[in-house]
């Protein structure tokens, strides 16, 4: 059953609430793993307010978010184009990735993320494309069953780097 909760368009005036939400998120995740350093470099970047800013406005990207009842951000997704490299026999033609899906710590549980999944693969149908890819952590088992749930499978590895530090990610791809 798809999970009736509000999802909204952000506009460029969210980027500065996206940004704080998405560097949360990922902290609390999996800040514990980097050495600070690392860890700045890539918030600043990769979640970085003028990033958001840029993204919400290219019709490259859509985002979509979902607040609590107080209003605050309680999870948001990313959709744009293919920006990792793919294994062989697996193309960008008809594709487009699914970049984030994060969801507040106490949002986990309460059907955002399959909220957000809904949307970014009805996004994704509606935008005319057949292959949906994304990219996990290979230390996440949580998300690695939420994606198999909805039929994701692992193709093969992505370094994600993070600041100097490699990650040893999984690209997994949906066709739909």
Do not use: C
């Not at 939400?21 to 980097?34: E, L, M, S």
């Amino acid at each position: 059953m798809t999970p009736t909760l509000t999802i909204e368009r952000p506009v460029p005036a969210d980027a500065a609430d996206l940004s704080a939400f998405a560097v949360d998120a990922f902290t609390a995740t999996f800040g514990h793993i980097y050495a600070p350093a690392d860890l700045a470099s890539f918030l600043n970047d990769w979640n970085s307010v003028d990033r958001l800013t840029q993204q919400l406005a290219d019709p490259g990207f859509a985002i979509a978010l979902n607040r609590d009842p107080a209003g605050r951000i309680a999870g948001f997704a990313k959709l744009g184009p293919v920006d990792f490299e793919l294994p062989a026999g697996h193309g960008r033609d008809g594709a487009i990735e699914l970049h984030q899906l994060y969801v507040a710590e106490a949002a986990k549980g309460t059907g955002v993320a399959d909220a957000l999944m809904h949307w970014a693969i009805a996004e994704a149908r509606a935008r005319g494309h057949a292959i949906l890819y994304l990219s996990v952590f290979t230390e996440n088992p949580r998300a690695q069953a939420f994606y198999r749930r909805y039929g994701f499978t692992d193709i093969g590895r992505n370094p994600f780097r993070v600041g100097n530090h490699i990650d040893e990610d999984r690209i997994w791809r949906l066709a739909l």
